[in-house]
């Protein structure tokens, strides 16, 4: 058989790497790779600043500089195949795609300006006494109780009342929140064992989403009933202001609830740096921002070719998918010093953990105020944490968490012997 036959008929089943582009063979959606990504994310940098995934059959770029060319280049790297593995063009999605993550502009234009405007500082800082309220109550709960889940107790149980308040959904039935999450995110991910369970536990939740998304089920004066006004004001349609509540309910809760979750596992894993945090709380913030930066909580999600074009030196054909992996740009040593150093004293510099340009995540202003929030009620009140048991990951196919932290928050005010 002459070599172009077998060439041809070997791309009818697998689709193999263009020659001048390093091939990695781990799945980055394995227990094994998910369990500590960073050796496997370092081996794919040096790899090359664009790789070819094996076992996807997808290109992945892992450096600081390719994952910001990919991001910043929306035109030659389009959303609207899906942000998944999932290639929108020629399969279909698992739901209705987002109008506002699964979609380039100018549609993608229209639904971001009323989000934006939705969720900018200005509006969000009339929630933050409340929001401090909460998280100082809960974690004098916590300090009580004398030990405690931080995921199940903390983690979870913040953002499920305090971001649930101000989207405007009822009280009951808010558990259905956290499959439907898991859900989202595992669909960014290959269909593989983990998507299939997922979807098949995944019952009624979604009936749920979809009715608390309608206008009579959602608050007066909240994000949900703003989305509405904006349809009544002809911005959107009213159909658009339900899909954009889908939005909130799908990125805003699974993404907080990991993100307070690593940064209690990372403060009681180094207490050094949480003593650092605890005597200068004017810190948190910067905090937050290495936690995101150190363990992000988004891994990974794709970005799809329009067109023939070259990347890294290396000619990609139209319509192909590549991984964009912003937790390894976030570990890059080219672009870090120390970058697998824990360290809140790091002077805040970019990192990727809510992506960049256009499509950068629309709610980090109300994920950080969240987390800030939690770590100076923290700071307030919490002299240490001790760990009382294995911390447990919760496998993801996007996003990287814990689903359980057994921890006792020591009082500061016990130390003192008050
Ligand atoms: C959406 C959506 C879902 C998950 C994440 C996200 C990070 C958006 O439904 O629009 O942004």
Known sequence: MSQTNAEEIGRAHRRVAPPSVPVVTFDPYSDEVMSDPYPYYQEMREAGPLVWIEKYETYAVGSYNSVTRVLTDHDAFCSSAGVGLTNFHTEPPWRKPSIILEVDPPNHSRTRKVFSRILSPRSLNKLRERFEQEAQAMISGLIEKNSCDGVHDLAEAYPLKVFADAVGLPSDGREHLLPYGDMV?????????????????????????????????????????????????????????????????SAGLDTTIFTIGNALACFARYPEQWAIVRDDPSIARQAIEEVLRYESTFHSFYRTTTRPLNLEGVELDKNQKVLVVVASANRDTNHWASADTFSVE?????????????????????????????????????????????????????????????????????????
Not at 222 to 228: C, I, K, Q
Not at 347 to 376: D, S
Not at 392 to 407: A, D, W
């Open 185 to 249: 995110f595992n669909a960014f991910g290959p269909q593989n064992e983990r998507f299939r369970q997922c979807l098949a536990k995944l019952g009624p939740s979604i009936e749920w989403i979809n009715e608390v998304c309608q206008r009579k089920n959602l608050r007066e004066d909240s994000f949900g009933a703003e989305l509405y006004a904006a349809a009544d004001a002809g911005e959107i349609t009213h159909e658009e202001a339900g899909l954009l509540v889908r939005t909130m309910l």
């Open 346 to 418: 790091r002077k805040p510099a970019a990192n990727v953990a809510f992506g960049t340009g256009i499509h950068g995540c629309a709610g980090q202003m109300i994920a950080r105020m969240e987390a800030e929030i939690v770590v100076k009620a923290l700071a307030a009140q919490v002299e240490r944490f001790e760990m009382l048991g294995e911390p447990k990951l919760h496998f993801n196919n996007t996003v990287r968490g814990y689903s359980s932290l057994p921890l006792r928050f020591v009082s500061k005010a016990k130390k003192k012997g008050n």
